[in-house]
């Protein structure tokens, strides 16, 4: 295990770096005027002297591979620089943003694994019955829905047909500090809509894992030997299943983070979605390239992590990969 984090963690660096030099080049090949957007109407009534000292100022005039080795030199000791749209200190932006998308994509990635598992394995055990024709129908029907579409629906029915649940935020508009039983509230919508934008990649997976388990020789010795159903099921077939499912996890991460921004903008979770959008319209060089670093990492964190996780669900695979 250690090996194998270590070659995947050398790995990381030049993709890491290729990652970043690429942000800089797309934005320095992108319409928008930083300078213009850093002034905003301000800009509309400068003179040029003084646009050109802004420019200066930002580090804009420079070009964009030295604005890169420049930005580069700074994170590596730590210091991500200042953002020009939001008007301080990168690391603050992040920090203070980060942790509610984590909340967001943790709490429905585990609802989607949990939900997919159990749907897939009431599936395969009737296979052809009304309840897998019914998932497995709803599940290819979500896998074509976009998740802003959802979200949206989401709203209209709990919030505004219904009213049991916020539209949106992450406390009441009233309130004045942050609990965990609005949180809680405000959650349930966007974790809900999130995971099920996950959902039906898992219950697929996890369906016909477990459907081919249930055909195999050594399930079928286990039923010979007179063990119940449910041991049959749990222990054997689904153990089986699920291997797949590992691997599955690694890859749904990029999918998890473009669908996460999606419903942050469409329930406005303060998250880092918001930031996103802001630095790629403004060109804001430092926190674009310090989020899509930070989005690569996590995708890479993940390929590792279903990687390892594989390795220990099946001893024959081992980790010399």
């Not at 928008?32 to 930002?58: C, I, M």
């Not at 009737?126 to 309840?131: D, K, S």
């Not at 979500?142 to 047909?161: H, T």
């Not at 996950?198 to 007179?226: S, T």
Request: aromatic residues 8%; hydrophobic residues 55%; proline residues 5%.
């Amino acid at each position: 295990m250690a090996r194998l984090a270590g070659r995947r963690l050398l790995l990381a660096v030049p993709v890491l770096l290729t990652v970043s030099f690429a942000v800089f080049a797309v934005a320095e090949a992108s319409p928008f005027d930083p300078v213009k957007a850093y002034a905003g109407t301000a800009g509309l009534t400068a003179s040029q002297e003084n646009l050109d000292q802004l420019r200066a100022n930002l580090g804009v005039d420079e070009p964009f591979t030295t604005r890169w080795w420049n930005w580069l030199g700074s994170a590596l000791t730590g210091d991500l620089g200042d953002s020009s749209v939001m008007r301080r200190p990168v690391a603050d932006v992040i920090g203070e943003r980060l942790g509610w998308s984590v909340l967001l994509a943790a709490t429905a990635f585990a609802l989607a694994i949990v939900l997919g598992t159990c749907l897939g394995v009431l599936a395969a055990r009737r296979r052809g019955g009304w309840l897998d024709r019914l998932t497995t129908g709803a599940a290819y029907t979500l896998e074509a829905v976009p998740a802003f579409w959802l979200g949206l629906l989401a709203i209209w029915l709990f919030a505004l047909e219904l009213d049991t649940l916020p539209a949106g935020g992450l406390t009441d508009t009233a309130s004045t500090t942050v609990t965990f039983g609005e949180v809680a509230e405000h959650l349930v919508l966007p974790a809900t809509v999130l995971a099920l934008t996950q959902l039906p990649w898992f219950f697929l997976y996890v369906r016909q894992g477990v459907a081919d388990a249930l055909d195999e020789d050594p399930v079928r010795g286990a039923r010979a030997r007179g063990l119940g159903e449910r041991t049959v099921l749990l222990g054997h077939a689904l153990r089986s299943g699920m291997l797949p499912v590992l691997t599955l996890i690694g890859s749904r991460i990029p999918e998890l983070i473009t669908g996460a921004l999606l419903v942050e903008t469409v329930f406005s979770w303060p998250g880092i979605a918001a930031a996103t959008v802001e630095a790629a319209t403004a060109v804001d060089f430092p926190l674009l390239a310090a989020l899509t670093v930070l989005a690569t990492a996590a995708v890479l964190l993940g390929n590792l992590l279903a990687d390892l996780l594989y390795g220990l669900a099946d001893p024959r695979v081992g980790f010399d990969g």
